[in-house]
């Protein structure tokens, strides 16, 4: 009887042991992996023309919600989106549309991206105070950027080399300005040199013989900002429609974004409409 | 015939046994025994420090290396898949960043500066702190914006301004260092304090003082200036509107095809990685997996907490 039920208990043994040996094996790799935690953080990264707009939407949700974290970074559009691909933010905030290359990386890695409008703005190319061009015309502009004009004689100006700046290429800015200055054939001439938005209005402030552009909030009194085909970059030409270099300023995000993510981009495109004109932006479509 | 067969069968059970405990404790302690070499920005390194401390005590079989040498080197090295992740106090910048290079915010500080309940500036701007702390201004009375009455107001005049300073080994000192002194000194007649409660202590003794502290280091007396009519405060750091904000990142390549540093833990150990053909592609699926799972640790709570511990403001 005893020997009867060691004999069945080796036999178990003999059975059991190999697929008992794997389910321990399993069950110490799957202890290895942490329990995913709940995040309750938004993280938004992106282009400088909209951190305003989301500082101030961020600061209301945290007073209104203390335990809440928001957090805003820059880095520029381009940044903005590859974070939100990679994984290190959930919003991106970005002024302009993806560009290809971030399309065709977003699919390779299998991520879906929605984007929504939330306000306009205006691009202005500006120049030092002391140079006296204040007007040039769009086709001024292109012929200034892709290199064709290289004096500041040729458009009205002092017998000066005209020093372009501009921003690099992951900048949604830049390409906003490609789209609209340079336009489809033409392409930006190497001679630009490239910089970030603070940097380039330091530089041209400082040098009469730089020509730069920004987005509309970050012009002050030390540049002068040029009218472009006659309209001044005031707000209520750029309000109705006069002003050429307006742009759509968008949130990308995942298309699973959960739901407080998506609460949150409402509350930056209501914040939009309340504040445009305190952030330098403008509502609707105009 | 039959007690043969269990002799048989009990040492086949038992060279089983053995076999997946040895497959175990070399394979599996491979998968989590990793050398983990984090480099970069001081004023990260001792969250870093810290961090690796906290894993490895959860996570005997790790071991983390930190180093300093500055944001800038260790971005370089990350980026050349030298180390496995850098630390920076700084945002990288257009042109250094990358589609491989995944940056994670792991924490925000902020430097502040203090005055006297009795002195009557409320506001400076960048451009008059820097000003002030290069030592081109070194009056209160000559900050634009004051109006003489406001001063008279208070019937305490400041005048020279003394800049009290935490020790130059500390973090708030770093901090500085990186954000408005860019490597130049402080003026001559700078007192540097013991600690940030020497700071607070010296201020509150001189209404002429204007002193150096993190926003955590601040006690319930201590009147922040705003920078650019912004103050400075959790929030404030947490949307990087306060001008004096510091971000810690943690950057990591994504296209690291260096194996681990340490690949093989025993002889026994590359016999059985060569007997199971684990290929060099495992090893490098393994120190992706061993430097996500930090990473993992540094944005969750525990983490994060650690962060706390040392005065910055979590993220998470």
Redesign the interface.
């Known amino acids: 009887m005893i020997f009867g039920y060691l004999t069945l208990h080796r036999t178990l043994a003999k059975y059991m042991a190999l697929p008992l040996l794997v389910l321990f094996l399993a069950a110490c790799q799957s202890a290895a992996v942490p329990a995913a935690e709940a995040r309750h953080s938004i993280h938004i990264r992106g282009s400088g023309a909209l951190m305003p707009l989301a500082q101030l939407t961020a600061e209301n949700l945290m007073q209104e919600q203390p335990e809440a974290i928001v957090t805003v970074s820059g880095g520029g559009s381009g940044r903005g989106i590859l974070s939100l691909i990679d994984g290190t933010c959930d919003i991106a905030l970005a002024s302009a549309q993806i560009i290809p290359e971030l399309e065709a990386l977003a699919a390779d890695r299998d991520v879906q991206l929605e984007s929504a409008i939330v306000a306009y703005d205006a691009i202005v190319p500006f120049v030092h105070p002391a140079n006296p061009v204040r007007n040039l015309t769009l086709e001024q502009l292109r012929s200034l950027y892709d290199g064709t004009l290289t004096s500041w004689s040729e458009v009205g100006g002092p017998n000066l080399p005209v020093v372009l700046i501009s921003r690099n290429a992951s900048s949604g800015t830049y390409e906003a300005w490609k789209q609209l200055v340079l336009g489809p054939k033409s392409i930006l001439s190497g001679q630009a040199l490239l910089m970030e938005s603070q940097p380039m209005k330091t530089y041209v402030s400082t040098h009469p013989e730089a020509i730069g552009f920004s987005a509309f909030s970050y012009l002050d009194d030390s540049i002068a900002p040029l009218a472009v085909d006659g309209a001044a970059p005031t707000r209520s030409a750029i309000e109705q429609g006069q002003y050429p270099l307006r742009r759509p300023l968008y949130v990308y995000f995942r298309a699973d974004a959960p739901e407080p993510i998506r609460t949150f981009i409402r509350s930056i495109q209501q914040t939009a409409s309340e504040h445009s004109e305190s952030l330098g932006l403008f509502a609707g479509e105009g | 015939m039959k007690k043969q067969w269990?002799i048989v069968?009990?040492a086949?059970?038992t060279v089983?046994?053995l076999l997946?405990w040895a497959?175990?404790s070399q394979l599996?302690p491979q998968?989590?025994y990793h050398t983990l070499l984090i480099g970069g920005s001081s004023t990260v390194h001792p969250y870093a420090e810290a961090l690796a401390q906290a894993y490895t005590e959860a996570h005997p079989d790790f071991k983390i290396h930190c180093v300093t040498g500055g944001s800038t080197p260790g971005l370089l090295a990350v980026a050349n898949d030298a180390i496995d992740l850098a630390t920076m106090s700084r945002?990288?910048?257009?042109?250094e960043?990358g589609?491989n290079l995944?940056?994670?915010?792991i924490g925000?500080d902020g430097l502040g500066f203090i005055v006297h309940p009795d002195n009557p500036v409320q506001n400076l701007s960048l451009a008059q702190l820097e000003a002030i702390l290069a030592g081109e201004i070194t009056d209160w009375s000559a900050l634009a914006g004051i109006s003489s009455t406001s001063m008279e107001n208070t019937g305490a005049i400041p005048e020279p301004i003394q800049i009290i300073s935490s020790p130059v080994d500390s973090n708030t000192f770093t901090i500085a260092s990186d954000l408005l002194l860019l490597g130049e000194e402080l003026p001559a007649s700078t007192v540097y304090a013991a600690d940030a409660a020497d700071v607070q202590a010296k201020v509150a003794a001189d209404p002429n003082a204007i002193g150096l502290v993190c926003l955590h280091e601040a006690n319930a007396s201590s009147r922040f200036l705003t920078i650019n009519q912004v103050r400075i405060s959790r929030?404030?750091l947490?949307?990087?509107?306060y001008p004096l904000t510091h971000?810690f990142y943690l950057v990591l390549n994504?296209q690291h095809d260096r194996l681990s540093p340490d690949p093989a833990t025993s002889n026994l150990g590359e016999w059985l990685l060569r007997f199971f053909k684990l290929d060099s592609e495992q090893l490098v699926q393994i120190r992706s997996e061993a430097i996500l799972?930090f990473v993992?640790?540094v944005c969750?709570?525990d983490g994060q907490q650690v962060i706390e511990s040392l005065g910055a403001v979590?993220?998470?």
């Open positions: 269990r069968l009990m086949g059970v089983l046994i997946g497959i175990w599996k998968t989590s945002d990288l910048t257009e042109d960043d589609a995944k940056n994670y915010l925000r929030e404030t947490l949307t990087l509107r971000s994504l799972d993992d640790f969750s709570r979590s993220v998470y």
